[in-house]
């Protein structure tokens, strides 16, 4: 079994990734004023929520119920959805959810699908494994649609085309759409999309969904979206396969109340999504005449089991902590080398395909908290990068000057008298470091004069007064 | 009230002057301040980046030296956070429950010490300058530190107080963060220096002298017009200081 987030083991490290984004001055400029509009809207929806901290609380003991009973929640979800006509599979990793997917549309002799709204498929890299066996996967998000043509990754977990503005995107529709002419406005640009997607909603037979929820009572699904895209891929097509991580889960159709408040007021600043599609198994003369799911694990059951971080699966994928993050803020959602970006990117991708290929995202935070604040269903991120970063160091992950740095400052931390000398030695190395500069500090920063006298050695010549 | 002071390894080190202005303004309110010789660090550096053993050792320390001190007061955000947020957790791994318990409640940043303990907001400072302030992300989000500094600011005789526009927006220093990640981190410093340079402020200040020497560093390389001064240093000042 291997486990893999995308292309993100192939990755640059954060800092080498960020530092070529950092020069892109279009791009984060784009960043910059979308995360701002969102993050303005979030607020005013948020802070007009009297009980927002209790929903918080609301959101995170469901979640924490739900991942301790994971098992049983999971298995009462293939029984009601397989009684209400679904077909559930089960797939350990991306390659076995890939060829489950494959096999399905196959053994109806199709060679098209439409997609809506799945980041596990982005995760398995399916459109990959879909084009190398001669089927066409259609996006119909619009993000999506502008990253499937312009050959482009997602920057943003809500919003995956948001380091793209309006000219580059209309350029992007000009060139793949075969348009001789198209409008500046907005409004153009989604007409374009409109015309382009509408005819293959009408004749693809086969649709694929991700999932924002899932009823372990009912065996019902729930995917909630702003554009109209979503509830054409779930009803127009023959055959409907969704695919989510197994921690999509929640117990009781009545917990839906917490999170259908928690997600739309965090991830685009909206009161309640414009589309909210809810549907249970298969419901004959009307929608998809066969409907499939695949419960995808891909390393969620590795996570599960470290009980310090198990609770970064409580992830709704709103992405308020992207907006919030100033670390994303300069760089945007490529340098993170996933399709989990910012903070919860951060913390995620490590864990689900393991250390060695990431060691460099938990330490791409500033430890700041702003994601923290936020997260509508409270994942402590700052301790969770902290317990990662100290099993990157247990695991020897760590640059050896690093970790002989740390062992000598350990060491001289440990006793007044060690670190007395020590400050001498910074003192006798004042002009050096003045003329050299301290590496990785000094390119855009001076140091502060380094002062003759300590202030424990102030205190004793106070005491002798 | 016996004060003992943690002055912090890099304070001690690099910004004395932090250290003589907390004693100065302690004294001047009447109380008594101890140093205890044998303080080093609290660790953070060590926890935040990962080198768990070594940040136990270090906070086994910190227990031992202040655990029957009265009252812990330090000049630093982070600092305390560092003992509020991860002591307790890390106590338990190194069967220091209670004593970490105990010690937690006594531990004091400075401004928070003179406003939640000492109750006073005037501390009889004299600074005729204009002043911007900021707000390190430990004083705001882990120390909850509300308007706290800026009621003693504006206590100040001479003071011109002026607000910091995205004040709750990282600098980009976080510890290690700033050499690993340095590109990222000089991106996020730029906002904020431009920021303070919006103020039209002479001085910047705030509780992390961390994030002050982020900051300031920037602004002497770029030649702003601003400087950074810790709080500490605005609250010792006395008419004829300048």
Same mark, same amino acid.
């Given at each position: 079994m291997s486990i893999r987030v995308g292309e993100s083991a192939q990755a640059a490290t954060f800092p080498k990734a960020a530092k070529k984004l950092l020069q892109n001055t279009q791009l984060r400029r784009n960043v910059r004023r979308a995360t701002d509009t969102i993050r303005g809207k979030r607020d005013k929806v948020v802070d007009e929520m009297p009980d927002w901290q209790a929903l918080r609380t609301a959101g995170q003991q469901i979640k924490k119920r739900t991942l301790r009973n994971l098992d049983s929640y999971l298995v009462q979800f293939e029984k009601a959805c397989t009684a209400a006509g679904g077909k559930v599979h089960w797939a350990r990793d991306a390659d076995e959810a890939n060829a489950i997917i494959i096999g399905i549309i196959q053994s109806h002799g199709q060679k098209e699908v439409i997609k809506v709204k799945t980041m596990t498929s982005d995760e398995t890299r399916l459109n990959h494994a879909l084009e190398a066996v001669g089927i066409e996967p259609y996006e119909t998000d619009l993000a999506d649609l502008i990253i499937q043509l312009g050959h482009d990754k997602p920057? #943003? $977990?809500?919003?995956? &085309?948001?380091?793209?503005?309006k000219s580059e995107i209309r350029q992007i529709f000009m060139d793949t759409m075969g348009l001789k002419e198209l409008g500046h406005a907005p409004e153009d640009l989604a007409a374009a999309a409109r015309n382009f997607l509408r005819e293959r909603f009408l004749r693809v037979k086969v649709g694929f969904s991700g999932a924002n929820f899932a009823v372990a009572e009912t065996g019902s699904v729930c995917v909630v979206e702003s554009e109209g895209n979503g509830r054409m891929c779930v009803t127009l097509p023959d055959v409907l396969i969704t695919m989510f991580g197994?921690?999509? $889960?929640?117990?009781?159709? @009545? @917990?839906l109340e917490v999170f259908l408040q928690l997600l739309p007021r965090s991830a685009t600043g909206e009161r309640m999504n414009p589309y909210n599609s809810i549907w249970t198994g298969v419901t004959p003369g009307d929608g998809p005449k066969e409907f499939h799911v695949v419960l995808l694990d891909n390393g969620r059951t590795k996570v599960l089991a470290d009980e310090e971080s198990r609770e970064t699966l409580h992830c709704i994928r709103c992405a308020a902590c992207l907006n919030a993050c100033p670390v994303y803020r300069q760089?945007? *959602? #490529? &340098? %993170? *080398?996933? $399709? %989990?970006?910012?903070p919860i990117g951060a913390i995620l991708t490590p864990q689900l395909q393991g250390m060695e290929h990431s060691t460099s995202l938990p330490y791409a935070s500033s430890l700041c908290g702003a994601c923290y604040e936020v997260c509508p269903v409270k994942i402590n991120i700052p301790e969770i990068l902290i317990h990662l970063r100290r099993k990157i160091v247990e695991s020897g992950g760590a640059a050896l000057t690093e970790r002989m740095g740390m062992a000598v400052a350990g060491y001289t931390l440990a006793d007044s008298s060690r670190l007395g000398k020590a400050q001498k030695l910074v003192q006798l190395g004042r002009q050096p470091l003045d003329a050299i500069g301290l590496p990785g500090w000094s390119a855009a920063r001076d140091l502060p004069t380094i002062p003759t006298q300590t202030f424990r050695e102030w205190w004793k010549t106070r005491g002798a007064k | 009230m016996l004060i003992s002071l943690f002055i912090t390894c890099y304070n001690d080190t690099l910004f004395p002057g932090t250290g003589k202005s907390v004693v100065r303004v302690l004294e001047r309110l009447g109380h008594t301040v101890e140093f205890r010789e044998a303080q080093t660090c609290c660790g953070q550096m060590h926890y935040n980046t990962g080198y768990h053993p070594e940040a136990v050792t270090i906070m086994k320390k910190f227990v031992a030296d202040f655990l029957d001190a009265e009252i812990v007061c330090i000049p630093s955000s982070s600092c305390v956070a560092m003992i509020r947020d991860h002591y307790p957790k890390m106590a338990k791994e190194a069967g220091l429950e209670k004593e970490v318990a105990e010690l937690v409640p006594k531990v004091f940043e400075f401004t928070e010490f003179l406003t939640?303990?000492? =109750?006073?907001?005037?501390?009889?400072a004299t600074y005729p300058h204009s002043v911007t302030m900021h707000t390190s992300c430990h004083a705001l989000r882990s120390l909850d530190c509300g308007d706290r500094p800026q009621r003693l600011l504006k206590a100040v005789r001479g003071l011109d107080y002026l607000e910091l526009p995205? =004040?709750?927006?990282?600098?980009?220093? =976080?510890g290690t963060f700033a050499i690993k990640n340095a590109e990222v981190s000089t991106a996020m410093l730029s906002e904020k220096m431009r920021s303070v340079l919006d103020t039209g402020a002479e001085v910047c200040t705030g509780s992390d002298n961390s994030c002050l020497m982020h900051i300031g560093g920037g602004l002497t390389r770029q030649r702003g017009t601003a400087r950074c001064v810790h709080i500490a240093e605005i609250l010792a000042s006395e008419e004829g200081d300048q």
């Open positions: 920057s #943003h $977990i809500v919003v995956p &085309a948001l380091h793209k503005n197994v921690e999509k $889960i929640v117990p009781s159709f @009545d @917990d760089t945007g *959602g #490529h &340098a %993170y *080398g996933s $399709i %989990y970006s910012g | 939640d303990k000492l =109750g006073v907001t005037d501390v009889g995205a =004040g709750d927006q990282c600098c980009g220093f =976080g």
